[in-house]
């Protein structure tokens, strides 16, 4: 059984998805623990309702990221987890915490990944005058938000969509791709192997990583 840590920082709602998925037996793992950097992130209480071990690693008493970052792979690693996910972990991980991790973190990027890395994707996008949008699940490597890509979910932009509907969209098909990425992962379907994904031991180009929804 596949043991998964996610961090988080706000509300948790791809972390209810994965819970929900692995309650209906959709997915061999057990997610061990929940951790969020933010004492007021809603997911922690999802995390206790479903009677998983929640904490909260404050960045108050570290004068570094590196410090930070050291203090919070000490509480990660007493699980001792296969994937690490993060949903919505609002913070930039040193180099040493992404390579102590490597092939085994995954994160989810509100955007059609290489288009949009950082924040207030929905807007850009809306801004740009793109006719799509959508989500990204990929590995984590030191670049920000420029790991090899596992699957992605495509979604039309509306003429009237604002960045607050687009977003909802958006939020619905991470609640998919999310926790199908990580069945994949339990059931050893895929991986990376350098600095490239293998799914079913075939290497899986950006194109092939595209799920079209509407």
């Not at 991986?191 to 899986?204: I, Q, R």
Request: aromatic letters at 6%.
């Amino acid at each position: 059984m596949l043991r998964i840590v996610v961090l988080i920082s706000g509300n948790g709602s791809n972390l209810q998805a994965i819970i929900d998925n692995i309650h209906d037996d959709e997915i061999d793992a057990r997610v061990v623990a929940v951790i969020s950097n933010s004492d007021e992130a809603y997911g922690l209480t999802r995390a206790k309702q479903a009677g998983i071990d929640a904490f909260v690693v404050d960045n108050a008493n570290s004068t570094s990221r590196s410090e930070y970052d050291q203090q919070l792979q000490q509480q990660i690693d007493q699980y001792k987890p296969d994937l690490v996910v993060l949903a919505g972990f609002m913070r930039i991980l040193s180099d040493d915490f992404v390579n102590h991790y490597h092939g085994r973190l995954i994160n989810i990027h509100p955007s059609l990944l290489p288009k949009y890395q950082g924040l207030n994707t929905h807007q850009r996008v809306l801004d740009a005058g793109d006719t799509h949008h959508g989500a990204s699940v990929h590995f984590v490597i030191p670049e920000l938000d420029a790991g090899p890509l596992i699957l992605q979910a495509e979604v039309a932009i509306h003429n009237d969509d604002t960045a607050e509907t687009l977003a909802q969209r958006v939020h619905e098909q991470e609640h998919i791709i999310y926790p199908l990425v990580i069945k994949w992962f339990a059931e050893g379907r895929v991986k990376m192997v350098g600095n490239k994904t293998f799914k079913d031991d075939k290497e899986l180009t950006p194109d092939a990583a595209i799920l079209h929804l509407i």
